[in-house]
Structure formats: structure tokens, C-alpha cells
């Protein structure tokens, strides 16, 4: 009997022996493989992740483009694909591999503005980054952004902590004097490399971005964000809430500069911290198109026709937001209407009254003792902190209860960085002089093609 029992008792501790060999190889070959970061697909299908609640986006003017202040059906999409989730995790291991351990095999996707070299405003260098996420995660590479041209977008947004860790760090700065960075498009932008395109040649980008190149810079002026809508398993209808939570996914405010946003919105703007608000952005500026010339607003010289655009910019969003709520002013108590534009004297106006015109509600804005100034454009010695006026502008837009903007791409971002937009409208599209028939010709085609014009009056 006894011999019977040791007999079970051996085979028993034989199995679980092997049981425990078993897993122990499965173990080690799961660690090896994770340390390779070599999944197939790393990010779709190899990492289980838990969907976002779902959040609901209504909309007025859903295609951005018309200007009938219809009001869309309200629609329900995830707040974030769960491909980002993973690629989250993915980005911190290739990051760990590469900083910790000289990897070789790790590859960069670099958003570059670089010295010499034509970047935009704000809004020109930051809107596509979705676009270039999506590029990123399909071609197997780490997202990076990097601009040395006076200022880096470190000195004014960052990424988000994730529980003491960053959620997705794309600051490339420590490590651009060491290989591959330091022999890299980074350090030759005044020259056409291979690696150093623009997204206009898409064929060509694509090739460079699946090649064995280990640093490939992008340069983006254009609007490539309505790109991602299919990327995103969605629609130009309801993908603006995924666009807006891959904003906050990627990006916070520096602590000096969410200060100066709390400080200014109190102190100077006037508003509660929880206090709501409508907005507008009136693009007073951008030249408009003639047969014959660029003419070059200014406010000595076409300030009637300004003052038509920030009328019909603070009426467009009152129509949007009595639209929404199913109600007029008699029966709506509208909240405060924040007003923001590149052109300092129609902040001005609008706040002093703007001839008399009594509006339903408060008008607020940036003083005109606060600079306007445009990133690429600045050629004073100036700090960052003098730069924060254009990211106050563009977090109050993305704050507001509703929206409206007119050309250019600023008012736009405003829109597509909000995850809290009720409603959205567009107040003006056209860029052509004659349809507006107001103002002199104060600049030729080709007195506009030099510059200083262009450089003293052109701002966001």
C-alpha cells in the first residue's frame, strides 16, 4: 500500500514538475519577444485594451463648410481607438530600448520645425499630428516632435502624465547629439534629403516612412487631419471628438503656462473657473484675393469691413447657440461671449462696445496691451511667455459651450482640439476682395509677394 501511494505521490510531483517547466519556457519566450519589440502587429491585435466610454457630439454645420446653422443628429463614438492604447505601450518600451539599451533597431517618425525653414503658425505645425500618430503606429515607428526654431513646443505644451509616467513622450530633445539624431535630417534642414519631405509628395513619403531609414523627418503645412477619418474607423461627422481626445492624449499645458491661462481668464477675461462661455475667432488679417492684387488688411484702412466680420462672427455663434437650445434671446440667458482674432484693434473695439451696439450678453477678450504674436513670424528677441497669448486664444476656443470661426486654419484647431463643443458653426469663408467690396487696394500682387508686408501685418 505504502509503495502504491509513493508511487501516486511521484507522479503527481512529475507532472507538476513539468507543468512548471512548461510555463517557465512560455514565460521566457514571452519576455524575449516583448524585449525584441517584435510583434507583427504590435498594436492591433496582439494587446487586448478596454474601450473608452462612449460620448455623444452634436454638431451644427457638421462638414464645416456650409453656413446654414442646421443642427445635426447627435451621434456616439469611442473617445479614443484602442490601437492608441497599445501603440502607448508599444512607444514606451521602444523609447526604454532605445535610451537604456543603444537599441539600433528602433525607428523614429520625427515632426520637425526647424531653423531656416518655413513652419507656420501654430496652428500650421500642430494640426496633422493625428494624421502623423496614425503614419506612425502602420509603419512601426516612434512618434517625435521637434522644433528648434527659437522656440520648442516643450516650452508651451507637454505630454500628460499617465500615473507618474507619460502617456505617449514625444520630446526627442536629450537625444539630439547622439546616433542616429546627430547624423540625421535634423542637423541638414537647409538641404532636400530623402528623409526630410513634405506630405504633398504622399508616394514618396510612404516609401521613406516603410524603409530601413532609422530617422524620418515630416514637415506639415497643409491639413492632412481630414486623412485620419478613415483611419480612425469613423466619419468626417463623428470623428471630431476622436480628434479632439488624441489632443488631450498628447498634450497639457506647461505649469507656466496653465498659470498664465488661470491667471489671465480671472483676473483680466473675467471669468469663474467653471463659468461657461461661447466664442468666436475672427481672422482679420489673412490677405484677400484680387484679379489684380493681395490686399493686405489693415485696420487704418479697412476697419469697416473688420468691424462687418466681428458683427457677423458674435451673431453667428448667439444664432448657433439659440439654435442648439431650441430658443431666442427673450428666452435664453446667453453666457458671456469670449471673442479672439489676430488683429488686436477688433478685440479692442468689440470690448468697447463696437459702436454702441448693445449684444445680450457680456463680450470678452484679450486686451490689446497683450502682443498678437505669430511663431514663424516673430523676429523680435522675444521669450515664450510672450508667445502665450496664441495658446490662451486657442484654449479658450477649444473650452467654449459653442463656436464660431471664419477663414484660416486657427479657428478650426480651436474646434477640432475641443472635447466639449456643443455647437459649431462658420462665419465666414470667402478669401476674395470683390465679395466683400469694401477697403482700398492697398497693396499690388507683387509688393504682396516680398514680405515685409507680409511679415508687418500677416499675424496667426
Same mark, same amino acid.
Given at each position: ?6 508511487? +501516486?505521490? /511521484? ?11 512548461? $510555463? ?24 487586448? @485594451? ?18 446654414? #446653422? ?8 469611442? $473617445? ?10 508599444? =512607444? ?50 516612434? &512618434? ?7 522656440? +520648442? ?25 547622439? %546616433? ?15 528623409? =526630410?519631405?513634405?506630405? !504633398? ?18 514637415? @506639415? ?11 480612425? #474607423? ?21 505649469? $507656466? ?17 467653471? *463659468? *461657461?462661455?461661447?466664442? @468666436? =475667432? ?11 492684387? &493681395? ?26 447657440? +439659440? ?9 435664453? !440667458? ?5 471673442? $479672439? ?12 462696445? /463696437? ?10 477678450? &484679450? ?21 502665450? %497669448? ?20 486657427? /479657428? ?7 472635447? /466639449?463643443? *456643443?455647437?459649431?458653426?462658420? =462665419? ?9 467690396? !469694401? ?6 500682387? *507683387?509688393?504682396?509677394? +516680398? ?10
Amino acid at each position: 500500500m505504502t509503495s502504491q501511494m509513493n508511487t +501516486q505521490q /511521484g507522479k503527481k510531483l512529475k507532472s507538476w514538475l513539468i507543468a512548471i517547466l512548461l $510555463a517557465s519556457v512560455i514565460i521566457l519566450i514571452a519576455l524575449f519577444w516583448l524585449s525584441k519589440g517584435s510583434w507583427k502587429s504590435p498594436f492591433l491585435s496582439s494587446i487586448v @485594451t478596454k474601450s473608452k466610454s462612449p460620448q455623444t457630439w452634436n454638431y451644427t454645420n457638421s462638414d464645416f463648410q456650409n453656413e446654414s #446653422g442646421v443642427i445635426a443628429e447627435g451621434v456616439t463614438v469611442v $473617445a479614443l481607438p484602442d490601437w492608441i492604447e497599445g501603440y502607448k505601450i508599444w =512607444h514606451k518600451r521602444q523609447r526604454r530600448k532605445y535610451d537604456r539599451e543603444k537599441a539600433t533597431d528602433v525607428k523614429f517618425l520625427v515632426v520637425v520645425c526647424l531653423k531656416r525653414t518655413q513652419c507656420g503658425g501654430l496652428s500650421d505645425r500642430v494640426r496633422s499630428i493625428p494624421y502623423w500618430l496614425v503614419q506612425a503606429e502602420k509603419t512601426e515607428r516612434v &512618434l517625435l516632435i521637434h522644433w528648434n526654431k527659437k522656440y +520648442q513646443l516643450e516650452d508651451f505644451w507637454v505630454p500628460p502624465e499617465d500615473n507618474q509616467d507619460y502617456a505617449l513622450d514625444w520630446r526627442l530633445e536629450r537625444w539630439v547629439t547622439r %546616433p542616429p539624431f546627430s547624423d540625421s535630417c535634423l542637423q541638414k534642414p537647409t538641404k532636400v534629403l530623402h528623409e =526630410h519631405h513634405d506630405e !504633398s509628395n504622399h508616394e514618396y513619403m510612404m516609401g521613406a516612412l516603410q524603409s530601413s531609414e532609422r530617422v524620418v523627418c515630416v514637415t @506639415t503645412r497643409a491639413d492632412l487631419t481630414p486623412k485620419v477619418y478613415d483611419l480612425f #474607423g469613423t466619419t468626417e461627422r463623428t470623428s471630431q471628438i476622436v480628434v479632439s481626445n488624441v489632443f488631450g492624449f498628447m498634450f497639457t499645458p506647461t505649469e $507656466a503656462l496653465q498659470e498664465y491661462i488661470d491667471r489671465i481668464k480671472e483676473e483680466q477675461i473675467g471669468l469663474n473657473a467653471n *463659468e *461657461e462661455y461661447l466664442a @468666436t =475667432h475672427i481672422r482679420a488679417l489673412y490677405p484677400l484675393r484680387s484679379e489684380s492684387a &493681395l490686399i493686405w488688411p489693415t485696420w487704418e484702412e479697412h476697419s469697416e469691413l473688420m468691424k462687418k466680420w466681428a458683427y457677423k462672427a458674435v451673431e453667428s455663434v448667439i444664432a448657433a447657440y +439659440q439654435t442648439h437650445y431650441n430658443s431666442d434671446a427673450g428666452g435664453l !440667458s446667453l453666457p458671456p461671449i469670449y471673442v $479672439a482674432s489676430d488683429s488686436a484693434n477688433v478685440v479692442d473695439y468689440m470690448l468697447s462696445g /463696437g459702436n454702441n451696439n448693445s449684444w445680450p450678453t457680456r463680450i470678452l477678450g &484679450l486686451k490689446k496691451s497683450l502682443p498678437r504674436n505669430h511663431l514663424d513670424l516673430d523676429t523680435f528677441n522675444n521669450s515664450a511667455d510672450d508667445m502665450f %497669448p496664441a495658446f490662451f486664444d486657442i484654449a479658450m476656443l477649444s473650452h467654449a459651450k459653442c463656436l464660431s470661426y471664419g477663414i484660416g486654419s486657427y /479657428g478650426r484647431l480651436g474646434a477640432r482640439m475641443s472635447a /466639449g463643443l *456643443e455647437c459649431v458653426t462658420r =462665419h465666414r469663408q470667402s478669401i476674395y476682395f470683390e465679395e466683400y467690396n !469694401s477697403g482700398p487696394k492697398n497693396v499690388s500682387a *507683387e509688393e504682396g509677394k +516680398q514680405g515685409p508686408t507680409m511679415r508687418r501685418h500677416f499675424r496667426r
